[in-house]
């Protein structure tokens, strides 16, 4: 759906997001920005002029950013309305702190200064009404740099999402400071989003068959929607891999018939399984379950502009033995089918598996039966995980609210096993969305004894 401007005043709008994959994303996610005043402007950052431009962003362009989700007939809805707007929250603080030191404490991820406190992100019937959206800017005294902490409801858009949404604001803001017409400013976004899942009922082919090992069955009172804590000491590695090493990577890709990120992927499951071995050779029996977020828009024919959380973690699993025996071609081979089999049926078949387990589950509920619920296999409580997402292609560095691009984005730390992201770098930078040839990073979390030194793929990336 589009939002309509000039619908009749006090209109409500609704789309569901029990309907497809959304509701599984019970989450804030969270990540922190840091802009250098290189110049010494005065007005860096306006915090007046970033709370404004925020404020016209939602209610002109993001009206369901400025709603809240509703529980009603055991349905979750996104509402909104044109009269009636649950702002996202903005503060600010000040800190007497040197630029130097307050890179250190973003690099470390220190989330508890930097990014908005938000509550429980549990969408049910007693449910607050929670924001979709906050922020937290921080400025220093010595007027060197401005911080921005943000976090977004991941039932209401994912990455790709939430960072055309940061796309649009920082232009939205650099076009308000600039233009002398700033009701024209107003009404321009660059990417003009549309707003719920449509029906992707066309796409099912009843005769395919498939195995949606993207989720697990486990009891009810087991369920849950994040992560849980390791019991393994986890520590968060940040890899670089330079231009040369993607060539290689590549090269590698083009002969095995796969894509850079199924082959970057087989690279790491496999080298991670390899040194988790030798390190505790008991671990041979152990299943590690592979998954990565895939972003099926194109494969629907959706807009890449949907603001929506549709994306699906294919996944494929092995014990370690099975994945430390393994030449790099067949591990690519592995990899590259778990990821390319999101097809548009496959999808279709995978939400329509979901909204049938949900009806199963509220019948169970309301008929008092201690029945089986559904989780998203990545977050079940596993010995061993390789959990991907890839940001690479995202305009995270074209976020130049009119001072300038980021002088540097941290995801957040996620202590759990196997956890890997995929980064762009202040070098990708390139023209509208587009991002060039630069190095990439890799944050990846992993117990401890993992020492990926021990891997010769694996060295070359490892920060000397």
């Known amino acids: 759906m589009t939002y309509d401007s000039n619908a009749p005043e006090n209109y409500e709008f609704r789309y569901s997001i029990?309907?497809?994959?959304?509701?599984?994303?019970?989450?804030?996610?969270?990540?922190?920005?840091?802009?250098?005043?290189?110049?010494?402007?005065?007005?860096?950052?306006?915090?007046?002029?970033?709370?404004?431009?925020?404020?016209?962003?939602?209610?002109?362009?993001?009206?369901?950013?400025?709603?809240?989700?509703?529980?009603?007939?055991?349905?979750?809805?996104?509402?909104?309305?044109?009269?009636?707007?649950n702002n996202p929250p903005f503060e600010t603080q000040t800190l007497d702190m040197d630029y130097d030191t307050i890179m250190e404490r973003v690099q470390a991820s220190d989330e508890e200064l930097f990014v908005p406190k938000y509550p429980s992100p549990l969408i049910d019937a007693d449910s607050p009404v929670n924001p979709m959206f906050l922020v937290k800017a921080t400025y220093l005294e010595s007027n060197d740099a401005v911080v921005l902490g943000v976090s977004y409801h991941h039932s209401l858009m994912d990455g790709s999402a939430f960072w055309l949404f940061i796309y649009n604001w920082a232009n939205l803001c650099n076009r308000m400071s600039t233009e002398s017409d700033i009701?024209?400013?107003?009404?321009?976004?660059?990417?003009?989003?549309?707003?719920?899942?449509?029906?992707?009922?066309?796409?099912?082919?009843?005769?395919?068959?498939?195995?949606?090992?993207?989720?697990?069955?486990?009891?009810?009172a087991d369920c849950i929607r994040a992560?849980?804590?390791?019991?393994?000491?986890?520590?968060?590695?940040?890899?670089?891999?330079?231009?040369?090493?993607q060539h290689k990577v590549r090269d590698m890709a083009k002969k095995y018939g796969v894509s850079f990120t199924a082959m970057l992927c087989a690279i790491f499951w496999r080298e991670m399984s390899r040194i988790r071995l030798e390190a505790r050779p008991s671990s041979a029996s152990t299943t590690s379950l592979f998954t990565c977020a895939?972003?099926?828009?194109?494969?629907?024919?959706?807009?890449?502009?949907?603001?929506?959380?549709?994306?699906?973690?294919?996944?494929?699993?092995?014990?370690?033995?099975?994945?430390?025996?393994?030449?790099?071609?067949?591990?690519?081979?592995?990899?590259?089918?778990?990821?390319?089999?999101?097809?548009?049926?496959?999808v279709c078949s995978s939400m329509d598996f979901l909204v049938a387990q949900r009806k199963i589950e509220i019948e169970d509920e309301k008929l008092g039966r201690k029945g089986k619920k559904i989780m998203l296999a990545y977050v079940c409580p596993g010995s061993?995980?390789?959990?991907?997402?890839?940001?690479?292609?995202?305009?995270?560095?074209?976020?130049?609210?009119?001072?300038?691009?980021?002088?540097?984005?941290?995801?957040?730390?996620?202590?759990?096993?196997?956890?890997?992201?995929?980064?762009?770098?202040?070098?990708?930078?390139?023209?509208?969305?587009?991002?060039?040839?630069?190095?990439?990073?890799?944050?990846?979390?992993?117990?401890?004894?993992?020492?990926?030194?021990?891997?010769?793929?694996?060295?070359?990336?490892?920060?000397?």
Request: aromatic share 12%; net charge negative; glycine share 4%.
């Open 183 to 220: 009701a024209s400013a107003e009404n321009h976004v660059p990417c003009p989003p549309s707003f719920g899942l449509p029906s992707i009922s066309h796409l099912h082919d009843p005769e395919a068959k498939f195995e949606h090992t993207e989720y697990t069955l486990v009891d009810a």
């Open 18 to 85: 029990t309907s497809n994959i959304s509701y599984m994303y019970q989450v804030y996610c969270s990540y922190i920005m840091v802009y250098k005043n290189a110049d010494g402007r005065k007005d860096f950052m306006n915090p007046e002029l970033l709370q404004s431009s925020l404020t016209t962003l939602v209610r002109k362009h993001y009206p369901p950013v400025a709603g809240w989700f509703e529980y009603t007939n055991d349905e979750i809805e996104v509402v909104f309305r044109n009269d009636k707007f």
């Open 294 to 346: 895939v972003n099926p828009r194109a494969q629907l024919a959706l807009s890449s502009f949907l603001c929506a959380s549709p994306v699906v973690n294919l996944a494929a699993s092995k014990t370690i033995g099975e994945i430390a025996e393994m030449d790099l071609e067949d591990m690519a081979h592995l990899v590259s089918h778990t990821i390319t089999k999101g097809t548009a049926p496959y």
């Open 227 to 245: 992560f849980k804590p390791s019991v393994d000491t986890i520590k968060e590695n940040i890899l670089h891999i330079s231009v040369d090493e």
């Open 384 to 464: 061993a995980k390789c959990t991907v997402s890839s940001s690479r292609n995202f305009p995270i560095y074209q976020t130049d609210f009119g001072f300038g691009s980021p002088e540097y984005v941290r995801p957040p730390y996620l202590p759990y096993d196997g956890c890997l992201r995929i980064w762009p770098t202040p070098g990708s930078r390139g023209t509208g969305l587009n991002n060039k040839e630069a190095p990439l990073e890799v944050y990846l979390s992993q117990p401890d004894y993992i020492d990926l030194s021990r891997s010769p793929l694996l060295r070359a990336y490892v920060k000397k």
